[in-house]
């Protein structure tokens, strides 16, 4: 007696070898057939059974529309046993025109709209195919694919589809697989022809040969493409990147030197609704102050309203600042990931990906000039027999009326084949009148003439590829006409300045930053009497007078340059906030100076008494880290940081011996340790500044009292030198100031 019971069912495996082997099961599943797209035709299972389907149902383009809920209902219960609302779903974006650069279904109905609104019910809408979807079925009763059984075995579905459309990139696809995901964007359809025309005649073209006939993507939305060339040839050579995609806009004028800005076209994949409701939120939060109002005046054509708050802004900051906070530019993903005829999946260039279709083209013309070839040698073999019937009518009549076996009698009497012997009885009567010699001669003759033509084509690959060419040629032809690229290219405009300062409202304030490296920013200008507090322990040590929209420059003793934004520095009412909390400085460094980030130059000095004048604009840091601009050995720091005014510098070292000499004398670098000031026994530099040497070197004597020393001839000498003592009355230690 068997065992029955159910454990003798079980099978002992290591859970994690049997989690893996179906976890990799449906990880195939969902790549193969479900997620990623055939470079062949572009097509997932999905969209290349509504297309087989929609053909079933003779939804031809020139034929009527069927409710959408009769396609659904064929794909769903003859080929894709999934939810008739994803099916639908796959359809409506097939008939989208802001979604699909070139639409594989004319719908009639509601589909949706660029708003994000969804499309109305299936029994609603109705559908037919439009003529690319003819193309991409061009010749499927002709043996050009293979088919294969459907899921419940009761007919055949197409492996792919004949595809005489380059649809994977001239519609795009989108898809998310276990472990990958692929993103194409569409593409203009006259630019893919001349790349395909191209590597028809030359298959070893280079990737940037290839990537020079194909500009970019061609979104069905519009758009302004900024992205730089070579950017956008090294992603088509990987197969791999993004590109940079803005709204398209103008500026309107109006009465009284008044303007707005006319939004015409938004970014592919940005649903209006979505994209007017998240300006609105910004605006009313106060972060888009450059903006008095948005409006939506779309009808068929797009046409968003921007209003400025004031008509002395530049409308192109405007658009700057609009582009960094707002989906009115985004980055439209290129990741080339498909499956490769043998139903691999993997990464390809765009070369590679118009070469496999070209080599798909290849395949389907072979196979349907084979197909047709055997359909003329059958049609050849009959009228071989209509024939014999002509010449000897009257004794095949005689032969089908009286003889009990006719069909073997044929093909005893004349010689006939099985073939011939069956077309001659399966003859109506009505077709022995028309039976004429030279009808039937004619066309044997045209079917040779093309049997020629067809076994020349399929012994000589360069004939096959003319043929591909002759169709590239007539879909170029076809669409030339209508179809302008979209997407307009341009150049990243340069604009002068920060986009985002104009996010700030401009406000005077003054900036106090403390010796311990507290630092606030109070309203207003105060003068420089005001009172203001410190906390114990604490003083000031410097303070400017800046705008909200200004840049910090704050340079340490470690010869790094900090920046700093005016409009971010805490408010004045407390003690401020350390500097270390805003950039990254150590416990023991401190600054030195701290000016407003201003077109000028500035002197940079360590204690070693080395040297050179810097740019500030070419030092402007953008990162936490600040930018190293003074390079310092063996415990050296950066002892002074000066705006350069006037055409010499002085310099005094801790030997209180002072020296004077040109400001020409010094190099300027962007970084390095620079030169020597100053040459000392013992000791370092003290303290250094430039002057007008017409107006004297100024500085604070010990007493307080100020002095300007006109005659400097005898600290005059050359750069590099030790100098001579200071005057009487120098303050101690030696200081300038």
Not at 74 to 87: E, L, Q, T
Not at 240 to 269: C, H, L
Request: aromatic share 6%; proline share 5%; glycine share 8%.
């Amino acid at each position: 007696m068997s065992d029955t019971s159910p454990s003798s069912s079980f099978v002992q495996a290591e859970f994690a070898e049997a989690l893996s082997q179906r976890y990799l099961a449906y990880a195939l599943s969902t790549i193969t057939s479900r997620s990623l797209p055939d470079v062949r035709d572009g097509l997932k299972p999905v969209h290349r059974r509504l297309l087989y389907a929609m053909r079933q149902l003779k939804l031809d383009p020139g034929q009527g529309y069927k409710k959408s809920a009769r396609v659904v209902g064929d794909v769903m219960g003859k080929f894709h046993p999934h939810g008739d609302a994803a099916i639908y779903d796959a359809m409506v974006r097939l008939a989208q025109d802001f979604a699909m650069r070139y639409p594989l279904v004319d719908g009639q109905g509601n589909f949706g709209n660029i708003d994000g609104d969804n499309a109305a019910a299936m029994r609603y809408t109705e559908a037919r195919m439009s003529d690319v979807a003819r193309l991409l079925l061009e010749g499927i009763d002709e043996d050009a694919v293979d088919f294969r059984p459907t899921y419940d075995g009761e007919s055949d579905e197409p492996v792919i589809l004949p595809a005489a459309f380059p649809n994977l990139l001239a519609n795009g696809a989108q898809g998310i697989a276990v472990g990958m995901a692929t993103s194409i964007p569409p593409h203009n359809i006259l630019e893919l022809s001349d790349a395909l025309l191209h590597l028809i005649k030359h298959p070893n073209a280079s990737h940037d040969t290839v990537a020079g006939y194909v500009k970019g993507p061609d979104l069905p939305t519009g758009g302004v493409l900024v992205e730089s060339p070579d950017s956008i040839a090294e992603s088509y050579r990987t197969g791999r990147g993004s590109f940079r995609v803005r709204a398209d806009w103008m500026v309107e004028k109006e009465k009284g030197g008044g303007w707005k800005i006319i939004v015409t076209a938004i970014p592919y994949q940005v649903q209006k609704s979505r994209l007017i409701e998240k300006m609105a939120e910004l605006l009313n939060a106060r972060k888009l102050p450059v903006l008095a109002d948005i409006r939506d005046e779309s009808a068929e054509d797009l046409r968003l309203v921007l209003e400025p708050k004031s008509r002395r802004l530049d409308p192109a900051m405007v658009m700057e600042s609009l582009f960094v906070l707002t989906d009115l530019e985004t980055r439209v993903p290129l990741n080339l990931n498909v499956l490769s005829a043998d139903g691999t999946p993997g990464v390809l260039s765009l070369k590679d990906a118009l070469l496999a279709w070209i080599d798909h083209r290849l395949i389907v013309l072979q196979r349907r000039s084979r197909h047709r070839l055997d359909k003329i040698a059958h049609r050849l073999d009959v009228l071989e027999g209509y024939l014999v019937v002509f010449l000897n009518l009257d004794e095949v009549i005689q032969i089908i009326r009286e003889d009990e076996a006719p069909k073997t009698r044929l093909m005893e009497r004349f010689g006939l084949n099985e073939v011939q012997a069956n077309a001659i009885l399966d003859m109506r009567l009505r077709s022995l009148r028309k039976l004429e010699e030279m009808e039937i001669r004619t066309e044997r003759d045209g079917l040779v003439d093309e049997q020629q033509t067809l076994q020349a084509l399929l012994a000589s690959e360069e004939a096959q590829r003319k043929s591909i060419g002759d169709d590239v040629k007539a879909i170029k032809s076809a669409f030339s006409r209508t179809d302008q690229r979209r997407t307009r290219l341009d150049a990243l405009p340069v604009i002068e300045g920060d986009p985002m300062d104009m996010l700030v409202e401009k406000e005077p304030i003054t900036v106090i930053c403390s010796h311990n490296g507290w630092i606030r920013a109070a309203k207003s200008h105060l003068a420089p009497d005001a009172e203001v507090k410190f906390k114990e322990g604490d003083g000031p040590a410097f303070m400017i007078h800046a705008e909200t929209t200004d840049k910090l420059l704050l340079i340490a003793d470690n010869g790094r340059f900090y920046t700093l934004a005016c409009d971010r520095l805490p408010g004045g009412r407390g003690f401020g906030e350390p500097v270390s909390l805003m950039v990254e400085l150590g416990s023991d460094t401190k600054i030195i100076n701290m000016m407003l980030a201003k077109p000028g130059k500035v002197l940079m000095a360590a204690d070693t008494g080395h040297g050179f004048v810097t740019d500030i604009e070419a030092n402007m840091a953008q990162t936490r880290n600040g930018k190293q601009v003074m390079t310092l050995n063996g415990g050296a720091k950066a002892l002074s940081a000066r705006p350069v005014e006037g055409d010499f510098v002085a310099v005094v070292g801790t030997n209180r011996k002072m020296l004077v000499f040109p400001l020409a004398d010094l190099p300027e670098m962007n970084r390095g340790r620079g030169v020597t000031l100053q040459r000392y026994k013992d000791g370092g530099l003290a303290d250094i500044r430039t002057f007008s040497r017409d107006e004297g070197l100024s500085w604070v004597q010990s007493g307080g009292r100020p002095r300007t020393e006109r005659d400097t001839d005898p600290w005059l000498g050359k750069r590099a030198g030790a100098g001579r003592m200071v005057p009487a009355g120098f303050p101690r230690p030696a200081r300038f100031t």
